[in-house]
């Protein structure tokens, strides 16, 4: 294995880094989906006609692997009505008429900490999740055997093109981030913090050193500017040179990763008892009039973000949740800004239009840039071919989805597309296999009960 794992230098065009966040003012609608999280849908608590307020609940936990959600405005509860989101799904939403006068929820007040337990409750009633773009639920990440943790790791690496607002939470909020680390360190009695900031943000690695230099737990972690640095096993490899296995955890490896605004929400609620209802998002892009930060509420229509900033300068090609490198596109501009929405870009039709790709010219430049040491080009033939056992051989699930195969491709083959495809296919299969094994072992158990039977 190489010191540092592979990756690929991208452009930074980090154009809004200096941009300190502007509010805007509150939408004349939310659109709250019950699907901003890895796991369980939240289940609404709320109906058409209800009044709500800032902080309110307006969905609970649909489970374990789940997380409540609450209202960034007041106004009334118009409807509950399914949507469609980025990801092709639908999914119900509570529609919320604003009122403008941005009344707070009597309810909103700091949570009693005293203990571990009561830290967790506190990270799980605040809404949290991770705010990198995975969108994991944190309660349920810190929920762990706390003796198998020899680091936890603070994401503060922004390694995307374009995406500038983990930078602002590490120069606005860096005061944040470092109370939920000793909220860790006092209830969670972590042995180990690395702050890991790429060094093109060299303000933000001193901001920290300053912050955090009477604490010896906690070292900052400057680190070279290759993307995806960001990713959890490249964070966890270049921080503490552990591997994590396929099908294994940043727990297996005595890790836990976490993102800087996640951080710092953790701390902004116990402090303050205000949950997740607004986001700090980038918005730029070619397309796009005046690139800048924002805050806006969870649930503002992207139409209204755009109105915001100023509009466009051209017509927006393609608008995408996140950043050019494993950024999702939206089918409209009617699509709300979600709990994990860092980054907002919008392209103009030259910068969009993919390039027509040709033939493989075996050059290994895919190889030799993955970050995990896959084969991506034997990983679209298998593909190809629905090979499930050579995709399951190549470890096709162990790919991280980032895309610097297909950004290095001198053909232009698209790679790291037939990459999700192909995940897609082997957990199709898998849970055909299952299905089947099921169905027979039915069969054979009613086969056996009609035998004792006679």
């Known amino acids: 294995m190489s010191k540092r794992m592979n990756g690929v230098h991208v452009p930074h065009y980090k154009n809004t880094a200096a941009c300190a966040p502007n509010r805007m ?14 796991g369980a849908r939240a289940n609404p608590v709320v109906k058409a006609g209800d009044t709500v307020k800032v902080g309110q609940l307006i969905a609970e936990a649909g489970g374990f692997v789940s997380a409540p959600i609450y209202s960034g405005a007041s106004g009334t509860v118009k409807k509950i009505e399914d949507i469609l989101v980025a990801n092709g799904q639908k999914v119900p ?14 309810g909103v007040k700091p949570p009693e900490v005293t203990d571990l337990d009561s830290f967790l409750a506190a990270v799980r009633d605040s809404g949290v999740v991770g705010l990198g773009g995975a969108g994991f639920p944190t309660s349920v990440k810190l929920k762990c055997d706390l003796d198998k943790v020899d680091a936890v790791i603070v994401n503060g690496a922004e390694c995307e093109p374009f995406i500038t607002s983990d930078t602002r939470t590490m120069l606005d909020r860096a005061d944040e981030v470092y109370e939920a680390i000793q909220l860790m360190e006092k209830y969670m009695k972590v042995k180990r913090v690395i702050i890991g900031i790429e060094d093109n943000k060299p303000e933000c690695i001193e ?46 490896v005595g890790a836990i990763v976490i993102n800087c605004t996640t951080l710092a929400t953790i701390a902004h609620y116990v402090k303050t008892g205000m949950p997740l209802v607004e986001k700090c998002i980038t918005v730029d892009g070619s ?38 490198m494993m950024g999702i596109a939206v089918p409209n501009l009617d699509c709300p800004v979600l709990k994990a929405t860092n980054a907002v870009l919008a392209f103009n039709q030259k910068d969009a239009t993919p390039a027509e790709p040709s033939a493989c010219i075996k ?35 162990l790919c991280m989805e980032c895309g610097c195969c297909s950004f290095v491709c001198p053909a232009k083959r698209p790679l790291v597309q037939n990459h999700k495809l192909a995940k897609a296919m082997v957990m199709k299969a898998k849970q055909e296999a299952d299905a089947k094994a099921k169905a027979e072992a039915e069969k054979k158990a009613a086969a056996e009960a009609k035998e004792k039977e006679v």
């Open 287 to 324: 397309a796009v009039a005046n690139p800048q930060n924002i805050i806006a509420p969870i649930g503002t229509p992207l139409k209204d973000i755009f109105d915001f900033v100023g509009g466009f300068k051209e017509a927006p090609y393609k608008v995408l949740y996140g950043g050019p």
């Open 207 to 252: 901001n920290f050193k300053k912050i955090c230099s009477g604490d010896s737990v906690v070292e900052v972690h400057p680190l070279p500017a290759s993307y995806p640095q960001g990713g959890e096993k490249v964070l966890i490899y270049n921080t503490i040179g552990k591997i994590v296995p396929e099908g294994k955890l940043p727990l297996d």
């Open 93 to 106: 939403a509570v529609f919320i008429d604003t009122d403008g006068q941005q009344e707070v929820f009597e």
């Open 25 to 38: 003012p509150v939408p004349g609608q939310l659109v709250i989906p019950m699907a901003m999280h890895i």
């Open 363 to 397: 050059c290994g430049k895919c190889i030799a840039s993955c970050p995990l040491e896959l084969m991506p080009a034997e990983i679209q033939i298998a593909f190809e071919k629905g090979d499930i056992e050579d995709l399951k051989a190549l470890k096709v699930n």
